[in-house]
């Protein structure tokens, strides 16, 4: 099946820091992807839409100013946490879909000291 | 996309058929039933789908009923890797939208 890569798998920052995850197809174009959050012992949680060539679409509740993304390229979402917080860390995970499917990365897991 | 239950969690022994139920009683002609699941601290899986007729794949087989209220997901022969959260995602189109999560079923496989 078609990969979905994120990077870094882990980061540790601290408060007031911002950190950018990576997402990348690599097998294939996206021109869609997903970015979702999960706390612990939660199920995962829709964050935004990421779109090739145009802007982010935010759930409710989800701060478009503090969760910056940015879709440069086919293959490739990014997700920057700006000045985070405690309350930010927890695992975010992206995905994109071909076909029928939805690909999902492995997951960054963010703690906020 | 329609509602699903499950429930909250499952044993089964190694090498046992997992048999992971679902109930959709809401779902739409056109919504097609999809399995995932999500090993400890991964991203997660795509396991199977079906919209009416009972669908199998190298890792599992998936029992529609004929009203199409519920659903099953047989994992044939369990292995402790297949110790995961299993979520029954009912929606229609094949895959533009994002997935929208319910709680899942959480399988502990048993040696």
């Known amino acids: 099946g078609a990969v979905v890569s994120q990077h870094p798998s882990r980061v540790i920052c601290k408060s007031g820091t911002s950190v950018k995850i990576e997402c990348r197809s690599l097998d294939f174009q996206a021109t869609t992807m997903f970015w979702y959050r999960q706390f612990p012992k939660k199920s995962l949680m829709l964050m935004a839409t990421?779109?090739?060539?145009?802007?982010?679409?935010?759930e409710q509740g989800v701060e478009k100013d503090k969760f910056l993304i940015n879709h440069a390229s086919l293959t490739l979402s990014t997700l920057t946490v700006t000045s985070a917080h405690p309350e930010d860390s927890s695992f975010y995970i992206c995905s994109a879909h071909l076909g029928y499917e939805q690909f999902f990365g492995p997951g960054t897991r963010l703690t906020v000291l | 996309d329609a509602k699903t239950t499950q429930p909250t969690s499952m044993d089964c022994a190694e090498g046992r058929a997992a048999n992971l139920p679902c109930n959709h009683s809401t779902i739409s002609g056109n919504e097609y039933v999809y399995w995932y699941r999500q090993i400890h601290s991964q991203g997660p899986q795509y396991i199977i789908h079906?919209?009416?007729n009972n669908e199998t794949n190298e890792m599992a087989s998936l029992i529609i009923t004929e009203d199409r209220k519920s659903s099953t997901l047989i994992l044939p022969h369990a292995t402790l890797r297949d110790t995961a959260v299993y979520y029954c995602?009912?929606?229609?189109?094949?895959?533009?939208?994002?997935?929208?999560f319910g709680s899942g079923t959480r399988l502990q496989v048993q040696p």
């Open positions: 079906g919209l009416k």
């Open positions: 990421s779109n090739e060539g145009s802007k982010a679409t935010y």
């Open positions: 995602i009912v929606r229609v189109d094949t895959g533009r939208r994002a997935l929208t």
